[in-house]
């Protein structure tokens, strides 16, 4: 039998080829081929080293950029205390709360009362809070984006509420203010005005007072000398 010299890279023939069976050729590959597929070079290696090095240097450095800039803020106690408070709202199906400003800014946020029953019933009511940095030892300012007809709310949004004055504690919450809000629409109080003539009118005229609550909701209507472009929701209408 002749001998045969297999040439690295060049295809040998099977034995089958001697039976008259088609031949069936195979690849050795060469040898630097083979280092390189298991066992990159060390120059390469090294690279590779230096550019995932260079990679955490830049993340270090645009951390600490971002930290002396301001950028990474550290949340004060009454952000935190905020945070809570928020998450463990249990508001009234028909009060809800939104962040104009995202998520990331909690200190400054919205509350929507569109009540079921009562004087005020079909109407939107929105009011901003602003929480300030020393909450909870001091409440936060609220005011009603919402022009209304109210014996407690003036027109220019101020709100009389106890709890948001003289009477705040820093055991209370953000859920007790909601409560309260709440309350003004389902029993105004005639006794602690800041429309005084709405006051007037709900403890001499209750019906007329109703009268002019739906007025005020429906819109576009002047009522006791002042302009109300409307509040409905559409929902009872």
Same mark, same amino acid.
């Given at each position: 039998?002749?001998?045969?010299?297999?040439?690295?890279?060049?295809?040998?023939?099977?034995?089958? $080829?001697?039976?008259? #069976?088609?031949?069936? =050729?195979?690849?050795? !590959?060469? !040898?630097e081929v083979v280092l390189e597929r298991h066992s990159p070079p060390p120059q390469v290696v090294l690279k590779t080293m230096? +550019?995932?090095? &260079?990679? &955490?240097? /830049?993340? /270090? *450095?645009?951390?600490? #950029?971002?930290?002396?800039?301001? =950028?990474? &803020?550290?949340?004060?106690?009454?952000?935190? +205390? $905020? %945070? +809570?408070?928020?998450?463990?709202? #249990?508001? !009234?199906?028909?009060? /809800?709360?939104?962040?104009?400003?995202?998520?990331?800014?909690?200190?400054?946020?919205?509350?929507?009362?569109?009540?079921?029953?009562?004087?005020?019933?079909?109407?939107?009511?929105?009011?901003?809070?602003?929480?300030?940095?020393?909450?909870?030892?001091?409440?936060? &300012?609220?005011?009603?984006?919402?022009?209304?007809?109210?014996?407690?709310?003036? $027109?220019?949004? #101020?709100?009389?509420?106890?709890? =948001? +004055? *003289?009477?705040?504690?820093?055991?209370?919450?953000?859920?007790?203010?909601?409560?309260?809000?709440?309350?003004?629409? @389902?029993?105004?109080? %005639?006794?602690?005005?800041?429309?005084?003539?709405?006051?007037? =009118?709900?403890?001499?005229?209750?019906?007329?007072?109703? $009268?002019?609550?739906?007025?005020?909701? *429906?819109?576009?209507?002047?009522?006791?000398?002042?302009?109300?472009?409307?509040?409905? @929701?559409?929902?009872?209408?």
């Amino acid at each position: 039998m002749r001998d045969r010299v297999l040439t690295i890279g060049q295809p040998a023939e099977d034995d089958n $080829l001697r039976r008259g #069976n088609a031949a069936q =050729l195979s690849v050795i !590959p060469p !040898p630097e081929v083979v280092l390189e597929r298991h066992s990159p070079p060390p120059q390469v290696v090294l690279k590779t080293m230096i +550019r995932l090095f &260079k990679v &955490k240097e /830049k993340q /270090k *450095e645009t951390a600490e #950029n971002a930290k002396e800039n301001g =950028l990474v &803020k550290k949340q004060s106690a009454g952000e935190l +205390r $905020l %945070h +809570r408070d928020i998450s463990e709202l #249990n508001m !009234p199906e028909e009060c /809800k709360i939104s962040f104009p400003n995202g998520k990331d800014d909690l200190m400054d946020f919205e509350i929507t009362i569109t009540p079921y029953r009562g004087y005020y019933m079909g109407g939107g009511f929105v009011f901003t809070f602003k929480v300030p940095a020393v909450y909870p030892h001091e409440p936060p &300012k609220v005011k009603c984006k919402t022009k209304i007809y109210h014996p407690n709310i003036d $027109l220019e949004g #101020n709100t009389c509420l106890n709890i =948001l +004055r *003289e009477d705040w504690k820093p055991v209370l919450n953000i859920n007790t203010v909601i409560y309260g809000l709440y309350h003004l629409f @389902t029993e105004p109080n %005639h006794e602690d005005p800041l429309n005084q003539e709405a006051a007037d =009118l709900l403890r001499d005229n209750p019906k007329l007072f109703g $009268l002019n609550v739906r007025k005020s909701i *429906e819109g576009n209507i002047w009522v006791g000398g002042a302009h109300f472009p409307g509040c409905k @929701t559409g929902d009872f209408y």
